[in-house]
């Protein structure tokens, strides 16, 4: 077999159709019978549907299968979904809870050893080899990005510079100084440090930097561009949740054409947020995950709140396994204003076509006099910075107008002072609804 | 004959005028002249100093948004009708004046007027066909 050099596993990542599902089928089994031996929150889920792993003929059949949701992993604080005796987990890590109390997850020796691989296998399809030095600018620590992506580098054999967040200033000197070719943050890290050399006059060009690898927050297209045009770099995406693995779910080829899903150790369905039915292929909807290999901690049906589609086409790069595309925000942070579906990602789009606008910016949802109201804070930058009155109230109208033709809701635009909007962890808070409040 | 002069967002809360004023004070930047244009939300700050680009290093380093502009000062007898002479010049020459402030000098004998042009060339030439004192640069950062 003829292995091209962009690809880690050929035999994994193209295999044909039909011997794929046999494999889902065969690890799903081997799944639930751990599960259901071992997880008390499935042997109570099982038995209140009245559905026996031995009833699982083929895998059409997972769609009778109960969910799995935040919450139950809430209920089952901090151990209680794991399938193995302690004594077997050798990593814990955890989600990193901005929304509540934040949930454990586990990993056997054999589990680390799978997410090295498919963490190798998105970095390589990003290409990435034993030639680059990677700097990971994710944090070290309970967030899953940083080990998930410094496992996959040593395997492929790449040089790893763990400088972990923060200290923008360090990190572009040792950027420079260590020729880091490989980055790895958040997207909106990544523009950070895209301000920053531009502040000291750092010429991205000068340095050795070819490939980013962006995740852990949703980005759109017209940010990829931006990185790529601003850092001189191919930026990629990669896709993953601390609850199913960590980063190396899903990520991309250099064909950009969606995030190749590990099919082999995943099963991808997708659903209605609002019903739970699966929808037919290429439907936009929620994705939902099943685990196939994990042994620490394995999920059945795992819902996780992400919005995308999956295409099941071959992808140039000879991969069979299906891609998803960027995920469009998450049905929890979808919000409905005056009755419309609102994600912040649509406001993102709208904002990077006002000319050289970076989206640095928030929702603020609020209730006046029983009527919904959304405020958007846009951070204000040189490039849509006016001398004239005339022209920076011309910026504001012109947002306000776009939004209001995207969205179908109307929108109040709010010039704010740079670095005014709050970040919690490197990422950007992107909404605040004051109506829960 | 054109005038450096520093514009700055600032967002309409209290304080953020006097923290202005502040980080130049600390770094003995004098201000000129001054104007703010402003709306609930936010307003523009312009200044004239007396070292511009100083100002701008430490006002970017403060994480402010920043920009230069290139306006001109122009001398007017401080008497009724020292003003609507020079409109009319410029209007004649159909120069259009974005914005424009004014001080009067130490001495106070002259009225300054700090004039932004859609067309700066074309006001400077207009203006010096018709014999009106514009002021150097070093006239108005250095009064």
Redesign the interface.
């Given at each position: 077999m003829d292995f091209p050099n962009n690809i880690w596993n050929c035999e994994a990542e193209c295999l044909p159709r039909e011997e794929l599902n046999k494999l889902q089928l065969n690890r799903l089994q081997q799944t639930l019978s751990l599960v259901a031996g071992h997880v008390p929150c499935y042997q109570a889920k099982f038995k209140e549907s009245g559905f026996q792993p031995s009833d699982l003929k083929s895998l059409d059949d997972l769609s009778q299968l109960p969910f799995t949701t935040k919450d139950d992993l809430r209920v089952n604080y901090p151990y209680g979904m794991f399938a193995v005796p302690m004594r077997d987990v050798v990593r814990i890590h955890s989600s990193s809870g901005t929304t509540g109390k934040p949930t454990v997850v586990g990993y056997t020796k054999q589990d680390i050893k799978t997410w090295t691989e498919l963490v190798a296998r998105f970095m390589t399809a990003a290409g990435v080899t034993d030639e680059d030095i990677v700097h990971i600018a994710f944090g070290y620590g309970l967030f899953t990005g940083a080990f998930g992506l410094h496992y996959g580098s040593e395997a492929i054999g790449a040089s790893v510079i763990p400088i972990s967040g923060g200290n923008t200033d360090k990190q572009l000197m040792i950027m420079e100084d260590y020729r880091s070719s490989a980055l790895v943050c958040t997207p909106s890290y990544g523009l950070t440090l895209a301000d920053r050399m531009e502040r000291q006059g750092m010429d991205p060009k000068s340095l050795a930097l070819r490939v980013g690898l962006f995740g852990a927050e949703p980005w759109s297209e017209q940010m990829r561009v931006e990185l790529e045009q601003r850092l001189g770099i191919i930026a990629t995406d990669n896709y993953g949740l601390s609850e199913i693995m960590g980063p190396g779910v899903a990520g991309e080829c250099c064909y950009k054409q969606g995030m190749h899903l590990a099919e082999d150790h995943f099963i991808a369905e997708i659903i209605d947020p609002d019903t739970g039915e699966v929808l037919p292929q290429g439907s936009v909807g929620e994705l939902v995950l099943t685990s196939l290999t994990k042994q620490a901690f394995p999920m059945i049906r795992y819902r996780t709140r992400d919005i995308t589609r999956i295409h099941y086409e071959t992808c140039e790069c000879g991969r069979t396994l299906a891609r998803m595309e960027k995920t469009r925000g998450r049905s929890d942070d979808m919000l409905i204003i005056k009755g419309v579906n609102v994600f912040p990602t649509q406001i993102e789009e709208v904002l990077f076509q006002i000319e050289g606008c970076e989206p640095h910016y928030q929702l603020i949802v609020d209730r006046e006099n029983n009527m919904d109201s959304l405020e958007v804070q846009v951070e204000v930058n040189e490039h849509i910075f006016f001398d004239e009155m005339k022209q920076q109230r011309q910026f504001v109208v012109q947002a306000e107008k776009q939004i209001a033709t995207v969205l179908g809701v109307s929108a109040k635009v709010k010039l704010v002072e740079p670095a005014s909007i709050q970040r919690h962890e490197g990422k950007a808070v992107r909404v605040i609804d004051r109506r829960k409040q | 004959m054109k005038v450096e002069?520093i514009?700055i967002?600032?967002?309409n809360k209290s304080g953020r005028l006097a923290e202005i004023t502040g980080i130049l004070g600390e770094n003995g930047i004098n201000i000129r002249a001054l104007s703010l244009?402003d709306?609930s939300?936010?307003g523009?700050l312009?200044l004239i100093v007396d070292d511009s680009d100083k100002a701008l290093k430490v006002l970017?380093e403060q994480?402010?948004?920043?920009?230069i502009?290139h306006v001109i000062g122009v001398a007017v007898s401080d008497s009724p009708g020292g003003l609507t002479t020079i409109l009319q010049i410029l209007d004649k020459h159909n120069v259009n004046v974005?914005?424009m402030y004014a001080f009067v000098e130490r001495s106070g004998d002259n009225a300054v007027i700090i004039f932004?042009f859609d067309n700066i060339d074309e006001a400077i030439s207009a203006l010096k066909e018709n014999n009106v004192t514009i002021l150097p640069s070093e006239r108005i950062t250095q009064i």
């Open positions: - | 002069q514009s967002f600032i967002e244009a709306t939300d936010f523009i312009r970017k994480r402010f948004t920043v920009s502009t974005e914005y932004r």
